[in-house]
């Protein structure tokens, strides 16, 4: 079965970038989706297909994929975006999630 | 805005089954293109994906779940159901539903979230 794999936690410094990373096998060829979980909220799609925003979500978020990693990028990161954030994908007709990163804002 | 709300008994005895019920509001779960899902999250743990259903009737499930898995839906109600059967103290989590869109196939509206426990 496929697997997603996510670092446990990120950190970075209020104002700054942070990278939250999704490896998989030729992850490249697939669509990757993130997911913001704040504690005790459902989760909120923050990037579809690679690098798309929802409406209503900030232009500080962004995301690549190419070869085995996807990347989700915070530009200037702020107090409130410290959560946990999931990568999913599509594999054989069946959702596959990363095992998550918490993103912490120092 | 589409809204999603799980519903059901927030504690299942092990060796039951365990149901669930997502009712959608905002629109017509028939309408559009999407698929409707359940996903749950043992607490302090990630999110698993447990399956999909459309509104044809059409499913599919996690592999590592498919044994113990159905979901249905009833358009007249505008709601989709999970049922899990033969379940441990491993089933306890929070129970998420949620929409996806056969365009972008991504999770585009997701229910607050049941909390269940498998208990005696």
């Known amino acids: 079965s496929y697997e997603l794999t996510q670092p446990l936690s990120v950190s970075v410094a209020l104002g700054q970038t942070a990278r939250i990373t999704c490896g998989g096998n030729n992850i490249g060829s697939k669509n990757v989706h993130w997911y913001q979980q704040k504690p005790g909220q459902a989760p909120v799609l923050v990037i579809y297909r690679d690098s798309k925003r929802p409406s209503g979500i900030p232009e500080r978020f962004s995301g690549s994929n190419s070869g085995n990693t996807a990347t989700l990028t915070i530009s200037g990161a702020q107090a409130g975006d410290e959560a946990d954030y999931y990568c999913q994908v599509w594999d054989s007709s069946t959702v596959v999630f990363g095992g998550g990163t918490k993103l912490t804002v120092l | 805005q589409v809204q999603l709300q799980e519903s059901g008994p927030g504690l299942v005895k092990p060796s039951q089954t365990l149901s669930l019920t997502c009712t959608v509001s905002?629109?017509?779960?028939?309408?559009?293109?999407?698929?409707w899902s359940w996903i749950r999250q043992p607490a302090g743990k990630g999110l698993e994906w447990i399956g999909r259903?459309?509104?044809?009737?059409?499913?599919n499930y996690n592999p590592s779940l498919k044994s113990r898995v159905t979901i249905s839906v009833d358009t007249s109600k505008n709601q989709f159901s999970l049922k899990l059967s033969s379940v441990t103290a491993a089933d306890t989590a929070v129970y998420y539903c949620?929409?996806?869109?056969?365009?972008?196939?991504?999770?585009?509206?997701w229910g607050q979230g049941t909390l269940v426990t498998v208990s005696s």
């Open positions: 949620a929409r996806g869109d056969q365009i972008n196939w991504a999770f585009d509206y």
């Open positions: 259903i459309y509104t044809s009737g059409s499913t």
């Open positions: 905002g629109g017509s779960i028939s309408s559009g293109s999407y698929y």
